[in-house]
């Protein structure tokens, strides 16, 4: 990354508009009262609004609010987790039938204390979702689980219609960005779901502006391929704080629109490029682009 300057203004086409309506209001109502976290507001998205306000709707964050390991592109609080709750997967049921959700996001902190990664809480918490809301489809996104296939194994059985993780950057640029995590692990766990199951819906994503080449970025769609993963999200990095990382450049919506072109070409079921767009960005719009696609 020599050579490489950080920018500080925001383009045009990344500023937002609060909205602060009576959706905002009862989705936030409603994650305070189940005591739930959300991946919203525990890394600062900037579509909260949109979110919440316009499609009232909200990406849960099971598993606590502190993550063991410490990302310099992520905002959420890092440290030493609590005790499990093993009531938190009905809480988040609960609050997917009272918004009459018909798809939900449900991603997690990394939990690198637990044998098993948090696998068993998240495959209850698909399973406490299906319970309660059958017709709803259910998307994860988890962390590597360090790589156990049996943790993996867990995750994949509890059927969710799409499972993704994220290898958030390019090869060159992770160890840098990512705290305890592997570009190769990352695409090994997005391979073994598909061995375990090759029916399994699989997906990540890459964040841009952190010193990455277009080269680069297109190895990462052919490894990405290589190991037949169906959906991929490209979006934008936002610092969200100065104790993270700076942003070095911002790619305009053309560029994004050049790069979905290339996912497409290369043969992603649904590609998702725009400089908003985050993992669980219109996840419903994209699910049912997909099962169109899979019909």
Request: proline share 5%; hydrophobic share 35%; aromatic share 6%.
């Amino acid at each position: 990354m020599s050579g490489a300057h950080r920018v500080d203004r925001k383009p045009d086409w990344l500023k937002t508009r609060i909205n602060t309506n009576e959706n905002f209001r009862a989705v936030r109502r409603l994650v305070a009262d189940e005591r739930l976290h959300t991946v919203c507001r525990e890394a600062s998205c900037p579509n909260i609004y949109e979110c919440w306000g316009t499609y009232r709707t909200a990406a849960f964050m099971i598993l606590g609010g502190i993550c063991t390991r410490s990302c310099r592109f992520c905002d959420v609080q890092t440290g030493r987790p609590g005790a499990v709750d093993p009531r938190e997967p009905l809480r988040v049921a609960h609050s997917v039938r009272s918004m009459e959700l018909r798809h939900v996001f449900i991603t997690m902190v990394n939990r690198d204390d637990l044998p098993d990664g948090g696998a068993g809480l998240v495959a209850e918490t698909v399973r406490a979702v299906r319970r309660l809301k059958p017709e709803c489809s259910i998307e994860l996104l988890t962390s590597d689980m360090m790589g156990r296939r049996e943790s993996i194994g867990t995750i994949v059985e509890s059927k969710p219609a799409i499972l993704g993780h994220n290898i958030e950057t390019v090869q060159r640029l992770t160890p840098r960005i990512r705290s305890r995590s592997s570009y190769v692990r990352s695409i090994e766990f997005l391979s073994t779901a598909k061995t375990i199951d090759p029916a399994c819906t699989t997906k990540s994503s890459i964040m841009l502006g952190l010193g990455e080449t277009r080269d680069e970025i297109l190895r990462a769609m052919d490894d990405l391929r290589a190991h037949q993963v169906d959906i991929l999200n490209i979006g934008q990095y936002l610092r969200p704080s100065r104790a993270n990382l700076p942003v070095l450049r911002y790619w305009t919506p053309e560029e994004f629109a050049d790069l979905k072109r290339e996912a497409m070409i290369r043969g992603f079921s649904h590609c998702e490029a725009g400089p908003r767009v985050r993992s669980s960005y219109h996840a419903s719009d994209q699910f049912d682009a997909v099962r169109k696609e899979q019909i």
